[in-house]
């Protein structure tokens, strides 16, 4: 790896009174997959929640909640926050309350992680389970179909990641203790198909991101996972006895966001020491000739990158950070490039993806505005 790639300087100071001890106490929503869908052409958005005319349009989480999530497909946005509550966006249209939150009984708990495809979403809970959200059927009242093999075994766990393959049919989902299991969403009353087994030297340790592998033909034969200090683990799906492949992320705490190129020759995570990190992944069916290494990376943030994002038609990554910052990064140059950056204020943000006609997503959590989603046209 060029060392140059590592002069790319943060610009922003760490949030005052934050700390790692003050993260792992609150047990937040570590790690994201980030939706790479394809973006329009560069042109001025529609109104609605894509509307620029004003500097942004939010979707707000009522102002006292943080957004904890923000998940992108076929133009629909879901965000999560810290009470489990869901809002949703489309292009061209107000945001609206998705009258659906994650919750047990009418009990609302904090809705880690939220991943949407086609009509269906999932959110991820403090609770140890995963609810299974309809988009066509917003009614609270609705039954909620959940998946909670997460909570055999008399074992108290918190999931802190769910992901859908692109047609819905499959879902994985992780846990603070580091289980992962593969599920049928269709029929989540039944048992988990496959629990992956970190190595037995490994201690355990919290999977704070999950990202699919592009398939070939229909289904997603691999996919990634951040595990405990610093590790990504590549997965055969066939094969759940161990990892295939592990990436280090040295010297980072812990591992969070992962975002998977559209052509799956590539991926993005983002670590605890404040980096992004690019990978080379051309070759992911014949581990053999990966490298632990990463091929390039970014000393870009004063704190901790909660997620990450890439663009789908441009050789460009987003990355979400506790010290303040969203920031945009041309990772094709050499040293790689930081293009754009915006501030959603001193509590950062903890989620980001790209969005149509060339915008990035992210979510805000500012003193006195807290809970917002914000839409931002890219200037590269």
């Given at each position: 790896?060029?060392?140059?790639?590592?002069?790319?300087?943060?610009?922003?100071?760490?949030?005052?009174?934050?700390?790692?001890?003050?993260?792992?106490?609150?047990?937040?929503?570590?790690?994201?997959?980030?939706?790479?869908?394809?973006?329009?052409?560069?042109?001025?958005?529609?109104?609605?929640?894509?509307?620029?005319?004003?500097?942004?349009?939010?979707?707000?989480?009522?102002?006292?909640?943080?957004?904890?999530?923000?998940?992108?497909?076929?133009?629909?946005?879901?965000?999560?926050?810290?009470?489990?509550?869901?809002?949703?966006?489309?292009?061209?249209?107000?945001?609206?309350?998705?009258?659906?939150?994650?919750?047990?009984?009418?009990t609302a708990f904090k809705a880690a992680y939220v991943a949407v495809a086609g009509k269906r979403?999932?959110?991820?809970?403090?609770?140890?389970?995963?609810?299974?959200?309809?988009?066509?059927?917003?009614?609270?009242?609705?039954?909620?179909?959940?998946?909670?093999?997460?909570?055999?075994?008399?074992?108290?766990?918190?999931?802190?990641?769910?992901?859908?393959?692109?047609?819905?049919?499959?879902?994985?989902?992780?846990?603070?203790?580091?289980?992962?299991?593969?599920?049928?969403?269709?029929?989540?009353?039944?048992?988990?198909?496959?629990?992956?087994?970190?190595?037995?030297?490994?201690?355990?340790?919290?999977?704070?991101?999950?990202?699919?592998?592009?398939?070939d033909s229909d289904a997603p034969t691999h996919f990634l996972s951040t595990y405990s200090h610093g590790d990504i683990h590549l997965w055969d799906i066939a094969d759940a006895s161990r990892p295939i492949h592990t990436f280090s992320h040295n010297n980072s705490f812990a591992v969070n966001g992962l975002a998977v190129s559209k052509g799956g020759d590539q991926f993005v995570s983002g670590g605890f020491d404040g980096t992004i990190r690019v990978w080379s992944i051309a070759d992911f069916k014949n581990p053999g000739k990966l490298q632990r290494k990463e091929e390039k990376k970014i000393r870009g943030h004063s704190n901790w990158v909660w997620r990450v994002a890439l663009s789908p038609d441009a050789p460009l990554a987003a990355s979400a950070s506790e010290d303040g910052s969203v920031r945009v990064w041309d990772i094709s140059g050499d040293p790689i490039r930081k293009v754009d950056e915006h501030n959603p204020g001193p509590g950062g943000s903890m989620g980001v993806v790209f969005g149509p006609q060339n915008t990035i997503i992210f979510t805000r959590d500012e003193i006195t505005k807290s809970g917002l989603v914000t839409t931002e046209q890219v200037k590269w």
């Amino acid at each position: 790896m060029d060392e140059s790639y590592d002069k790319a300087q943060p610009v922003s100071s760490m949030a005052p009174g934050v700390t790692r001890r003050d993260f792992i106490q609150a047990g937040a929503a570590a790690g994201a997959l980030a939706f790479l869908l394809p973006t329009g052409c560069r042109h001025k958005a529609a109104s609605g929640p894509f509307d620029h005319s004003g500097g942004h349009v939010d979707a707000t989480h009522g102002g006292k909640k943080r957004a904890t999530c923000v998940a992108l497909a076929n133009g629909t946005i879901v965000t999560s926050d810290d009470n489990g509550r869901l809002i949703v966006s489309k292009a061209g249209a107000p945001a609206t309350q998705f009258d659906k939150v994650h919750s047990v009984s009418g009990t609302a708990f904090k809705a880690a992680y939220v991943a949407v495809a086609g009509k269906r979403v999932l959110t991820a809970g403090y609770d140890g389970i995963v609810n299974i959200h309809d988009l066509t059927n917003s009614h609270l009242g609705a039954k909620t179909p959940t998946f909670k093999g997460h909570r055999s075994g008399g074992r108290k766990r918190e999931v802190w990641v769910a992901i859908l393959t692109p047609d819905g049919k499959k879902a994985l989902s992780a846990t603070n203790d580091g289980q992962i299991l593969l599920w049928d969403p269709d029929h989540p009353d039944q048992p988990a198909s496959k629990d992956f087994k970190h190595p037995a030297t490994s201690p355990a340790g919290p999977v704070g991101g999950l990202a699919f592998l592009p398939p070939d033909s229909d289904a997603p034969t691999h996919f990634l996972s951040t595990y405990s200090h610093g590790d990504i683990h590549l997965w055969d799906i066939a094969d759940a006895s161990r990892p295939i492949h592990t990436f280090s992320h040295n010297n980072s705490f812990a591992v969070n966001g992962l975002a998977v190129s559209k052509g799956g020759d590539q991926f993005v995570s983002g670590g605890f020491d404040g980096t992004i990190r690019v990978w080379s992944i051309a070759d992911f069916k014949n581990p053999g000739k990966l490298q632990r290494k990463e091929e390039k990376k970014i000393r870009g943030h004063s704190n901790w990158v909660w997620r990450v994002a890439l663009s789908p038609d441009a050789p460009l990554a987003a990355s979400a950070s506790e010290d303040g910052s969203v920031r945009v990064w041309d990772i094709s140059g050499d040293p790689i490039r930081k293009v754009d950056e915006h501030n959603p204020g001193p509590g950062g943000s903890m989620g980001v993806v790209f969005g149509p006609q060339n915008t990035i997503i992210f979510t805000r959590d500012e003193i006195t505005k807290s809970g917002l989603v914000t839409t931002e046209q890219v200037k590269w």
